[in-house]
């Protein structure tokens, strides 16, 4: 098992920037890369210090990204920086350059939980023909109805609007529903889909709503909902799911 934190000048970011690799047998791996995104309360190092990827990456065989995003929601920022462009164009560049990784779509895939998990769905969405199959565990599928929660705390409202702008308004490129639809309405290539969100978390009715919303399309796409919160043991508990969804036939273990 290789683990490597790479610290390097990013482009698009302006700045320089971490990222966290696990991989089972290094430049060589047959299980494919999946990208990992973080929450907005963690870092590229959550994942590998609070779960047990690490084992995950040695079952399947499979090479692991985690980048840094800080609270960006994996979108090129209003009055920021141009995260999602970082995500999407220029990582993948950098870990093919570096890691010497196999960029074969059929075996790319982007997860992520919470804010990642919108993230990871906004990649999957925007860019078919780049991620075979997307994970969301907790993930925030409505965007405009987080943004106009009247529970969030007036600093996080001042982060929103550097994000989305001042009047907190969603495009149709950062929209889950809209990119959704959009893919339907063009007949191209549709990633696989799952959707894991415990029965105690805030955003579960976002994710039931987005569940059977996309349920009756022809996207292939799996919710899974059982009992739990916004927390890290729910999202260790659908590590598994998420595995076996990646790797195994698209069986769902709960």
């Not at 990119?179 to 959707?195: F, H, R, T, V």
Request: hydrophobic residues 35%; glycine residues 8%; negative net charge.
């Amino acid at each position: 098992m290789a683990h490597i934190t790479i610290e390097i000048g990013s482009r698009a970011l302006c700045m320089n920037t971490s990222i966290h690799v696990v991989s089972s047998d290094f430049g060589e791996t047959s299980g494919g890369t999946l990208y990992l995104l973080h929450g907005a309360g963690d870092n590229a190092s959550t994942w590998q210090r609070l779960t047990t990827i690490e084992m995950y990456a040695a079952q399947y065989g499979c090479t692991i990204i985690m980048p840094e995003a800080n609270r960006s929601y994996y979108t090129d920022m209003e009055y920021g920086l141009n995260y999602f462009h970082y995500i999407t164009q220029e990582l993948p560049e950098i870990c093919k350059s570096l890691l010497n990784l196999n960029p074969d779509p059929a075996k790319t895939y982007v997860a992520g939980l919470s804010m990642g998990g919108y993230g990871a769905l906004k990649c999957g969405l925007t860019y078919p023909e780049r991620y075979r199959k997307v994970v969301s565990l907790s993930g925030v599928t409505d965007i405009q109805t987080r943004l106009h929660d009247p529970h969030m705390p007036e600093g996080m409202i001042k982060e929103m609007k550097a994000v989305f702008g001042e009047r907190l308004q969603v495009k149709a490129d950062q929209d889950i529903y809209s990119l959704s639809a959009k893919l339907l309405e063009q007949g191209g290539p549709l990633p696989d889909i799952l959707s894991c969100c415990g029965e105690s978390d805030p955003f579960v009715d976002m994710n039931r709503q987005y569940a059977e919303y996309m349920q009756g399309t022809a996207y292939d796409f799996r919710y899974v909902e059982t009992p739990g919160a916004h927390e890290w043991r729910f999202w260790e508990q659908h590590l598994r799911t998420m595995f076996d969804f990646l790797y195994n036939d698209n069986t769902i273990v709960e």
